[in-house]
Structure formats: C-alpha cells, structure tokens
T-cell receptor, first 113, second 114 residues
C-alpha cells in the first residue's frame, strides 16, 4: 500500500542554520504531496504542496521539490528561526482517490537561539 | 473568516460515558474527516465523509460513530466501547474533487479520562 516515511526527530538546530527534513513515499500513480506544520496544542496548517513531478512548493522560506525518480519530497529552509520550532508532517494524496491523506509520523524541529 | 471550528478544546470522559466532539466548517467544503493523534505519533483516520448523509470508516473506526446531516457539520461520538480514548482529535475538511486539494484542519479537541 501507499506510505510516507519521514526522518525521525527531534531535529535540533541553532538559529540561522540550514534545515533539511527528509520525506520519501511509496505510491502507485502520481500522488500530490504536502507538508503540514503543527505548533504545540494546535491543529495542522498547510505549509506547502506540489502536485506533479519536478514541481517546487514554497512558503515562508520553506521549499520542497517533488522528485519522482527518488520518490522524495524533502523539506528545506535556508535559515531557521526559533519560531519555526514545531512538528512537521509529510503527506500524500493518492491520485484518483479523493478520500484520504496518508501522513508520515512527523518530525519535531527544535531551534535554539 | 472561513475556517473549521472544533469544540470543546478540552473534554473529560467518565467510564461508560459517550461523549460527542463538535466540528463545524464554513468553507463550503464537501469532504470532512476525523483523525486521532497520540503523543509522538502521526495521524490516524477514524471516519470520513465525502457528501451529506454518507460516511465511511477509516483505519481505526471501532468505538467511534459519526453523522453527516448537514454539509457544515460532522460530529464525532466517542462511545464507551472505545477503551483507550485519551488522545488529541483533529477534524479536517477538503473542497473535494481533485486529489491535489489540501485538507484544512481545526485546532483540535483533547480528550482525557477522569
């Protein structure tokens, strides 16, 4: 079945460091891919998305590129801030199936001043 | 502002009691979803509904029930049959149609056992 695998956390960085959170997926067809962010005690917020191969989603300095050849959608940011501390979820929506998102287990990011 | 409202924010359940979590959206979205999140875990799908008066079981539906009488509302009942209900519950909605539409989430309800 379809699945999403994320790197385990926590990821601990100093402010202004470069961030990469790895995400790989297994899916039939051509899924859409998403990154969500969850701040403590809150719901999930859509961070960015990509709907076809080689698409780059970007928002608030975060980027991720849909790589079909490596089945990956890694999240990157050039310079993190303390306010970026949160849990990040990678997810896929199966092509042709409007029902479900399949989520990774989440990666906690901790940024220290 | 359009969005998804979950209430209450915190809820306590006694043994043998059913409790209902509210989820209302004014985004005019067709599909609605309920997820359960346990500490340090990802999201697991409980139930979902793509249209009024219709819903389907997700991966962990046992001990839960839902209704979809109105497009805007998708309440979740945690029944006494759910033996481990302590978790963070998230409601989401989506416009429907193409799979590239993202889901939008509420702020969640945290359920605990008394």
């Amino acid at each position: 079945g379809n699945s999403v695998t994320q790197m385990e956390g926590p990821v601990t960085l100093s402010e202004e460091a470069f961030l990469t959170i790895n995400c790989t997926y297994t899916a039939t067809g051509y899924p859409s891919l998403f990154w969500y962010v969850q701040y403590p005690g809150e719901g999930l917020q859509l961070l960015l998305k990509a709907t076809k191969a080689d698409d780059k989603g970007s928002n608030k300095g975060f980027e991720a590129t849909y790589r079909k050849e490596t089945t990956s959608f890694h999240l990157e940011k050039g310079s993190v801030q303390v306010s970026d501390s949160a849990v990040y979820f990678c997810a896929l929506s199966e092509a042709g199936n409007t029902d479900k998102l399949i989520f990774g287990t989440g990666t906690r990011l901790q940024v220290f001043p | 502002d359009g969005g998804i409202t979950q209430s209450p924010k915190y809820l306590f359940r006694k043994e043998g009691q059913n409790v209902t979590l509210s989820c209302e959206q004014n985004l005019n979205h067709d599909a609605m979803y309920w997820y359960r999140q346990d500490p340090g875990q990802g999201l697991r799908l409980i139930y979902y509904s793509q249209i009024v008066n219709d819903f389907q079981k997700g991966d962990i539906a046992e001990g839960y029930s839902v209704s979809r009488e109105k497009k805007e509302s998708f309440p979740l009942t945690v029944t006494s049959a759910q033996k481990n209900p302590t978790a963070f519950y998230l409601c989401a909605s989506r416009l429907g149609g193409l799979s590239n539409q993202p889901q939008h989430f509420g702020d969640g309800t945290r359920l605990s056992i008394l």
